[in-house]
């Protein structure tokens, strides 16, 4: 018995979706979500006159299937105690986070254009002290995977059944505390732990890829696959934008027993805008309103 009430509730305590592959009318409306996702994101950074950009939209699909797809939660109760938690580790890409935090209901799509203002709960980097449903404070880079250790360990203490997800950049994982937390994760066999790298190969500058275009640069970590198994993980390459790979993952994740899994994330930093698309000048720069409405059409 546990010796804390983490308080279950049997008719949410099992996730209660069967794991089969999406159906196209599924995996269409995640598509459209991650779309929408997209716009909030660059109307929030435009609006403010700064911000983020090429994170959140090679990040959108990934937490567009967490918060629709995966995770155990209940808007209407941000604190429930035996909800799946989510450290949502890049915190730089707020906008895609608040974004989908308001399309699932944890509060008013309307609070998306007080982003980065004085007294928003909206800050540059996502605060759990102002915005419910946040399970960490992120934004200092490397540190969500330790956080979600210690989340998984307390699961495993409180022999509750919550698991734990942590999105991370690849130019994050250059952050030594990122290798010592997944040590860990691996030592213990936290296989109630889930890390999804947004693997999109840039990061805010990066090195000059010889004889590339002014965009370019090398990716901020090679055999992201080979380095997390060797650790110990269980690895998993995919398309970062499939919502169906994503769900399939995620679920294989989920069967995997005695070791913590990655899904290392194939995405494309801007995904969805031409001019944005694989330009580490995009990472974070204030949106024109020329930029912005050529963007918008083509997000359509
Ligand atoms: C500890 C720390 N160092 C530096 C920064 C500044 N910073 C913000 S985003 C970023 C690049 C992150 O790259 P990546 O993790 O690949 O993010 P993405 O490309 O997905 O936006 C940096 C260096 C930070 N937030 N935290």
């Known amino acids: 018995m546990n010796s804390i009430d983490i308080g279950q509730t049997p008719s949410l305590a099992s996730r209660g979706r069967p794991d089969r592959p999406l159906t196209d009318a599924e995996a269409g409306r995640l598509r459209e979500l991650a779309r929408r996702v997209r716009r909030h ?13 090429g994170g959140p939209l090679s990040v959108a ?23 799946d938690r989510l450290v949502f580790s890049k915190g730089h890409a707020a906008t895609a986070l608040y974004a989908t935090l308001a399309e699932r209901g944890y509060f008013p799509l309307e609070e998306l254009a007080t982003f980065d203002e004085i007294d928003s709960r909206l800050q540059g980097h996502p605060d759990m002290t102002a915005l419910p449903g946040l399970d960490m404070s992120t934004g200092s880079l490397g540190q969500g995977l330790s956080v ?3 989340m ?8 509750a059944d919550w698991r734990t997800y942590v999105v991370l950049g690849d130019g994050e994982t ?7 937390a997944s040590f860990v994760a691996a030592r213990y066999g936290l296989d109630n732990l889930c ?5 999109n190969g840039l990061q805010q500058y990066g090195w000059r890829r010889p004889g590339g275009a002014p965009g370019e640069r090398l990716s901020p970590i090679d055999n992201p696959v080979g380095r997390w198994e060797a650790i110990g993980w269980r690895a998993i390459e995919l398309d970062g934008h499939d919502p169906a790979a994503l769900v399939a993952a995620l679920a294989e ?9 990655i899904l290392v994330a194939r995405t494309v930093k801007g995904r969805g805008v031409s001019f944005m698309e694989g330009d580490y ?20």
């Open 253 to 261: 994740a989920r069967a995997t027993s005695g070791r913590p899994t």
């Open 195 to 199: 890390a999804i790298l947004d693997w």
């Open 148 to 150: 979600g250790v210690g």
């Open 41 to 53: 994101a660059l109307l929030a950074v435009h609006r403010a006159g700064s911000g983020h950009v």
């Open 174 to 180: 250059q952050e030594g505390q990122v290798w010592e």
């Open 61 to 83: 699909e990934i937490l567009v299937v967490l918060y629709f797809h995966e995770l155990r939660i209940d808007p209407a109760r941000p604190g429930w105690p035996a909800r």
């Open 281 to 300: 000048r995009w990472h974070a720069k204030p949106i024109s309103d020329d930029d912005l409405r050529r963007a918008l059409e083509e997000l359509g």
């Open 152 to 159: 998984a360990l307390a699961a495993r203490l409180l022999e």
